[in-house]
């Protein structure tokens, strides 16, 4: 499955949004805070959810929202989503009404999509007795995003059968797949043991520890691709993990994670995972310098009227790009350095135009101090200093 175009109208903040066409690959969603990115990847797993569970609102003072949906295969019958007002009690006329129910005009029990919400952090668990149940259709509630919830005991379990006979080659495959997901980000941790105590003990440089205590960065990556390998499993207990070729939604990929993974995150996951559609929200320039022409979608607008900005695009996209030139033509950054350095530099400038030695040499002291030690207009700004002294 692949999801080719979107239209949502009244939906959340957004008012109106037409995205025309979405690559096969990447999606990478980026705009300032409160511009609509989460709202966009509710309103396509929406699409998808038979449960709703009012995540997804009609926008305030409407009376209907819709959120509309072609895939490669309904090209003529598109899906669309009503998000109208909650009945039977009479809130058409309340214009502070924010709950809302859907009508779709599709069978919504698609399990080819998986969504990953904000919440990818775990804490450590005691295993006393393992939670083998799951929950086979849990697509339905694909909007409430995947959970970490048993994850490991999930993970236990398949480890403890893939050494049998009677193992399924799948169930093993996924095992193998899980267990690689701690060296994606750095070769230098790998899968160490399942141990008697219940635990998953991890390589690290600094010894073996339980994979509970790895740092936030590397237990979100673990959350996304265990995430991805077991809902496939548990969804499709017939298809090998890398041929899974559905569509990932992932709100703020970057989070917890420092600018270098930010940059690889996508590769790791593109190359892991080569038949799926990612669409991803973020706010890193790091994670937009990775990507290729096409894969770039920067959302402009205002009042919720928004609209997918055409961007002047090199033909191997941002790789050559610099984060500052990212920041300012990607994600519409006005200021690359703080007000206190703006007003400094401006009082350096008039004092310079109004001949004002002891204010220029003043702004530049502050300047000096301020600048990274080899910022190269630094020897400018103390030739132009020396030449109002002269
Ligand atoms: N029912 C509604 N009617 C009108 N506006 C709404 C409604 N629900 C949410 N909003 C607006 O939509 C915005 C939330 O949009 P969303 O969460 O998608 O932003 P975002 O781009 O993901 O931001 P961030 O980067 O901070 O996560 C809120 O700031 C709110 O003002
Ligand atoms: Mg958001």
């Known amino acids: 499955m692949k999801i080719e175009s979107l239209k949502i109208e009244n939906v959340g903040g957004i008012s109106s949004l037409s995205i025309k066409k979405f ?15 989460t ?3 509710d309103s396509i797993a929406h699409c998808f959810t038979q449960f709703s569970n009012f995540i997804l609102k009609k926008k305030s003072n409407c009376v209907n929202g819709y959120v509309t949906i072609e895939c490669d295969f309904n090209r003529n019958d598109p899906y669309t989503c009503l998000i109208a007002s909650f009945e039977p009690r009479d809130y058409n006329n309340n214009p502070f009404d924010f709950r809302s129910k859907s009508l ?4 919504d029990n698609n399990p080819y999509l998986i969504y990953f919400k904000t919440e990818r952090l775990f804490l450590h668990k005691w295993i006393e007795s393992l939670n083998i149940y799951e929950q086979a259709d849990r697509h339905l509630n694909n909007l409430d995003g995947v959970s970490n919830e048993n994850a490991k005991d999930w993970f236990i379990k398949n480890e403890l059968l893939s050494s049998q006979i009677y193992t399924a080659k799948n169930d093993k495959n ?9 060296g994606i980000l750095n070769q230098s941790y790998s899968f160490s043991a399942l141990k008697q105590d219940m635990e998953i003990y991890v390589n690290t440089p600094t010894g073996i ?8 960065g590397f237990k979100t990556c673990i959350s996304i691709v265990w995430g991805i390998i077991r809902e496939v499993q548990i969804r499709f207990p017939n298809m090998y993990i890398g041929d899974f070729n559905g569509v990932i939604l992932i709100d703020e990929i970057e989070l917890h994670l420092h600018p270098e993974w930010q940059g690889k995150i996508c590769n790791a996951l593109t190359t892991l995972f080569p038949n799926v559609q990612f669409i991803i929200s973020t706010h890193s320039p790091h994670v937009i310098q990775t990507a290729e022409v096409n894969e770039v979608i920067a959302l402009s607008g205002q009042n919720g009227n928004l609209e997918k900005r055409t961007l ?4 191997c996209g941002f790789k050559g790009w610099t984060i500052e030139e990212i920041l300012t033509d990607v994600m519409g950054m006005k200021d690359l350095r703080t007000q206190l350095y703006e007003d400094v530099k401006e009082k350096f400038d008039s004092a310079l135009k109004n001949k004002d030695v002891k204010a220029a040499t003043e702004a530049y002291d502050k300047l000096n101090q301020m600048l990274h030690p080899t910022y190269p ?14």
Do not use: H, V, W
Not at 312 to 315: G, K, N, V
């Open 104 to 107: 779709t005009n599709f069978n």
């Open 174 to 182: 996924s095992i193998e797949f899980a267990k690689k997901a701690f």
């Open 39 to 41: 709202n966009i990847l």
């Open 209 to 216: 520890i339980p994979y509970e205590y790895l740092s936030s």
């Open 23 to 37: 690559d096969p690959k990447m999606n990478i969603i980026c705009g300032e805070n409160g511009i609509g990115k």
């Open 377 to 390: 207009l630094r020897a400018l700004f103390k030739m132009q200093l020396d030449g109002l002294k002269g």
């Open 312 to 315: 002047d695009i090199a033909p």
